[in-house]
């Protein structure tokens, strides 16, 4: 018989990994909660009507498409199914997909539910995502997001909210961070030096690229691309980004004649709104060069990497989440004028990051009791006293069945039980059980009916 | 533009219903980790080769097959295509599927993580499983199973505290149940009289109709299935099924004389020790009848279904969890003698349960603190003051925006906030802030130093 396995780029967790999500998970949950969002779920099936289309043609190719069930070829053809291909076939055999991101899943259900939600909707949504993409180090075919989202507002208390929520989380996690912010705004203006569109994206493309492979990389990118005629103003551009004082950051934007117009001063309105908001200015960085998810956002873009100072330097795992201002959310769906902002945390990202500072101090105490009985005609009491026990918010729980001490004190010990109680005739018979301190080794008497307070 | 939908039999859960199913999930959560129990996940796409053969046919028919990624009918040779099936396609172009129980994961996780586990394992998953079953009232494609499971030990303590937990888990949701339970040895008894395995697995299949068909239905079914002489000893054993006196069941049972066995003996025995065991016995019933998932357990089995006067007599929604003991639950996997017990809590149907008794009472608490802002100038002194509350564990947000009072005011009654602190030139200046109690209506003003206190 074969040895099972799993499929590529997906994982279990078991009882350490699963306690370590749940922590960090809970602590999410808990910052979304006391600054009011709300939780949803949507489910992981979607019509591929509402999928595709809607994370460009890369993203159609890395959907995970479910087949029909039943019969599935029924709706095909006979005289078709010759020399058919893939792509022709793939519409008439399937219909669904699983979810890509938690976004899109928000705009149907947004357009679905409208009449309900009060807006502006305030949503947190945790659950794992698919992706057909090649599995590697920090890349997942199943992996969890945990988005924020404002839905219905175009103030900017909630991009500063967002921000906040950002750095709260990561205090609370004592994950040192830097969230980087820009403005689409800011890098609209470079539409009047590209010319024309085209230009433009294939500019932001090549920008894109800066963390990866500087600016010497980027340089030699615009001239690949035929935007030779960007490169000084980019240049300029790219140095003042380095410019740590915001006021004469802003000067500098304006010292560049070919920036100038509405949309600049729309971003820098937007951003210097924004930041005077945000509680903890020292750990938001305005990156000039940040050009996130660009056919997508409308406003302000952010990013969050990791920036602590126990992270070895080769410790490379990229952005640990990310978001932005959407102007239309719903569109894709018909429904116009509906705004909103959003954040990711990028959970398994955040798992690796923390894995590699080593923070594993919840796992390791110990707490619970453990009830051995060293006969059969204990466990009646064992079962009896334990759930007193519970009944007081204690673990407590009877090795199933009476075997060996040692093997239950063995079970005990690697499960982390912080107490063992014993029961066996001696212990029936004189009321006074026998409780094992498992850290310190002490072992004492103990009349049942001061158990309870014994622990 | 077409509007948009879900797929037949999923859902969303907007806000009111994530709430109610993290209630009820918490719940189950809490009772699992008092009683020693540890979470694992597993992902939902698994390999179409651990699936597929665990079901029978009709398991295997509902499964959903996700298509390999890409190009997926290169691997389909041209000259094959033509006049191609669906079950000989299936193979080439699908590797994977969606998880279709909790069971078969948790004994492949088993087998690949035997080193490591230490047994017995106690463990609980709480997440969505797929079936592409015809959707009707109570049944849905996507829904959620909460399982918990004992591998690796022969011992009735964890029947008892399965059937423990099953009976706390809902006393605090306030939800009357009653839990059956019988013994696969009782029911193996019943072979020699069938006079071989097939009419065996045909005289289960019937009896297993009961609850639907009741005692004539049986019997025709019986009839028509040629096992008319197994009908005598069938009603004996039926009506002794309605014995409540556990003592007198078993002295009935002892006096079929076509019964009698080594198997009887082992169940009457297994199922005493287990009633022993259990804390709350008026809760529990031997139910001869039940013949649940036979292909599968080796010994006791269990089913919980509501039992509750709330509920309205036409309101018939099935068992709302189940169960069993299989004492090869790795084999499938090439994984010898790993015996265990486990029971799932499902989920969907225990929410339409506890709606159909309008248990809502969660959800209209008031709660949280609004900031309405009357210009922007106020709102850095709102982010000030709600980072300060939130510190202190109060929900508090800030309406995003300095709109008209009334349209922030509406926005804390929808959301049940309980208060509202209004922040404007003449609240800045003077320094106290505008508090309005939303429950009763009473507004006062409060100093800015004071304002935690208020709450």
């Known amino acids: 018989?074969?040895?099972?396995?799993?499929?590529?780029?997906?994982?279990?967790?078991?009882?350490?990994?699963?306690?370590q999500r749940r922590y960090v998970m809970g602590i999410m949950e808990k910052v979304f909660r006391l600054h009011g969002f709300q939780g949803i779920e949507t489910p992981a099936l979607e019509n591929l009507s509402t999928l595709q289309?809607?994370?460009?043609?890369?993203?159609?190719?890395?959907?995970?498409?479910?087949?029909?069930?039943?019969?599935?070829?029924?709706?095909?053809?006979?005289?078709?199914?010759?020399?058919?291909?893939?792509?022709?076939?793939l519409p008439k055999i399937s219909n669904r997909g699983?979810?890509?991101?938690?976004?899109?899943?928000?705009?149907?259900?947004?357009?679905?539910?409208?009449?309900?939600?009060?807006?502006p909707f305030?949503?947190?949504?945790?659950?794992?995502?698919?992706?057909?993409?090649?599995?590697?180090?920090?890349?997942?075919?199943?992996?969890?997001?945990?988005?924020?989202?404002?839905?219905?507002?175009?103030?900017?208390?909630?991009?500063?909210?967002?921000?906040?929520?950002?750095?709260?989380?990561?205090?609370?996690?004592?994950?040192?961070v830097i969230v980087k912010i820009n403005h689409r705004g800011i890098l609209d203006s470079f539409l009047s030096i590209a010319g024309n569109q085209?230009?433009?994206?294939?500019?932001?493309?090549?920008?894109?690229?800066?963390?990866?492979?500087?600016?010497?990389?980027?340089?030699?990118?615009?001239?690949?691309?035929?935007?030779?005629?960007?490169?000084e103003v980019w240049e300029a551009y790219s140095k003042l980004s380095e410019q740590q004082d915001i006021t004469q950051l802003i000067e500098g934007l304006r010292n560049i004649p070919e920036l100038q117009g509405e949309e600049?001063?729309?971003?820098?309105?937007?951003?210097?709104?924004?930041l005077e908001l945000v509680t903890d200015k020292s750990s938001v960085m305005w990156d000039l060069r940040l050009a996130r998810g660009l056919s997508y956002y409308t406003g302000c873009v952010f990013e969050v990497l990791p920036n602590d100072q126990r992270l070895d330097e080769r410790f490379n795992i990229g952005s640990i989440g990310g978001g932005g201002r959407y102007d239309n959310l719903t569109g894709i769906f018909g429904m116009k004028d509906v705004a909103g902002v959003g954040v990711s945390f990028?959970?398994?990202?955040?798992?690796?990051?923390?894995?590699?500072?080593?923070?594993?101090?919840?796992?390791?105490?110990?707490n619970g009791i453990l009830f051995c009985c060293m006969d059969k005609e204990s466990l009646p009491l064992a079962v009896t006293l334990s759930r007193e026990l519970r009944s007081f918010g204690l673990s407590a729980e009877i090795y199933p069945g009476a075997v060996k001490l040692k093997k239950q004190l063995d079970y005990a010990n690697q499960r982390n039980k912080q107490w063992a109680v014993i029961i066996g005739e001696s212990e029936r018979e004189s009321g006074e059980l026998s409780v094992k301190n498992l850290v310190s080794g002490e072992q004492s008497k103990v009349v049942q009916s001061e158990l309870r307070n014994h622990f």
């Open 122 to 176: 305030k949503r947190y949504q945790m659950q794992p995502v698919w992706r057909a993409d090649r599995p590697q180090k920090g890349r997942y075919r199943e992996f969890w997001q945990c988005d924020v989202d404002v839905v219905g507002t175009k103030s900017v208390v909630s991009e500063a909210e967002l921000i906040d929520i950002y750095l709260e989380v990561f205090k609370v996690l004592d994950l040192g």
């Open 98 to 119: 699983l979810r890509y991101d938690l976004t899109v899943p928000l705009a149907r259900f947004v357009v679905m539910n409208s009449n309900e939600i009060q807006f």
């Open 346 to 366: 990028g959970l398994d990202r955040i798992m690796d990051t923390l894995a590699a500072i080593e923070k594993e101090e919840e796992v390791t105490n110990q």
């Open 53 to 89: 289309g809607k994370y460009g043609d890369e993203g159609d190719q890395l959907l995970f498409k479910v087949l029909n069930s039943g019969d599935f070829l029924s709706k095909v053809k006979e005289e078709d199914k010759a020399n058919i291909q893939s792509k022709e076939l």
């Open 198 to 231: 085209e230009n433009w994206n294939s500019f932001m493309q090549a920008i894109d690229k800066f963390d990866k492979i500087g600016l010497e990389g980027v340089n030699t990118e615009l001239q690949n691309r035929g935007l030779s005629h960007m490169l």
């Open 264 to 274: 600049l001063e729309l971003g820098i309105l937007a951003l210097t709104e924004v």
């Open 1 to 19: 018989m074969q040895k099972p396995s799993l499929p590529s780029g997906t994982r279990d967790f078991g009882p350490k990994a699963f306690e």
